[in-house]
């Protein structure tokens, strides 16, 4: 990690364990024909992405699922089936990243929504006794509170401008190689990050 100070860090399938087919197969359960042709890891209808970058609130977007569902599904069964891709987080990958912060400065940088951002920090809290994911970065940026997602440029510059950040200091880790692209683009050192290999890969020893 040579000439390298800043780390930004993708959430889901970096940090945070998930597994999109559960909540495709979730929403197949309630009754949604095709969901993976509304939503992916690699591809969202503009529903999806208007959630993920703010233009859409939680209730707005429950209604706008409702007509794909069968009359009488409830709001809490469509939002129990969107958090259904949200698994755990691997103790050994958070006590890495409290390692790292006394060497680097942490960001979080995560295509998100409010539904999931509340949920994960549930699933955290429950399992670690932790209230809030952003405990363990210097700031975290979420695309629904920023209005980019990955892998828009703007999305990496407002991390850059707000911090003082060099590209050529900076790290970029994510699961998804456009998400990756975009970043060297912009002149940051970046990993993709490709399974079975995960973080504790990448950093040991620290």
């Known amino acids: ?107 979080l940088l995560s295509n998100t929504n409010a539904i999931h951002l509340a949920a994960f920090n549930a699933i955290l809290e429950k399992s670690r006794g932790i209230p809030s994911l952003d405990e363990f970065f210097d700031k975290s940026y979420y695309s629904h509170q920023i209005g980019y997602r990955k892998p828009e440029k703007e999305a990496y510059q407002v991390i850059l401008d707000e911090n003082n950040l060099q590209p050529a200091e900076t790290l970029f880790i994510d699961d998804t190689l456009p998400n990756v692209e975009a970043a060297r683009e912009l002149g940051i050192r970046a990993i993709h990050l490709q399974a079975p290999r995960t973080i504790l890969d990448v950093f040991r020893p620290v």
């Open 1 to 107: 990690m040579q000439g390298i100070k800043h780390i930004i860090f993708d959430l889901g399938g970096v940090i945070l364990n998930i597994d999109y087919k559960r909540t495709e197969q979730a929403f197949t359960a309630l009754g949604v024909k095709d969901f993976s042709s509304l939503y992916s890891q690699f591809n969202a209808t503009p529903l999806f992405e208007d959630l993920e970058t703010g233009r859409v609130e939680n209730d707005a977007f429950v209604t706008a699922m409702l007509p794909y569902l069968p009359e009488g599904t409830t709001p809490e069964a469509i939002t129990g089936a969107w958090n259904a891709m949200l698994l755990d987080f691997p103790l050994a990958r958070l006590q890495l990243l409290q390692q790292l912060r006394q060497h680097y400065s942490l960001y």
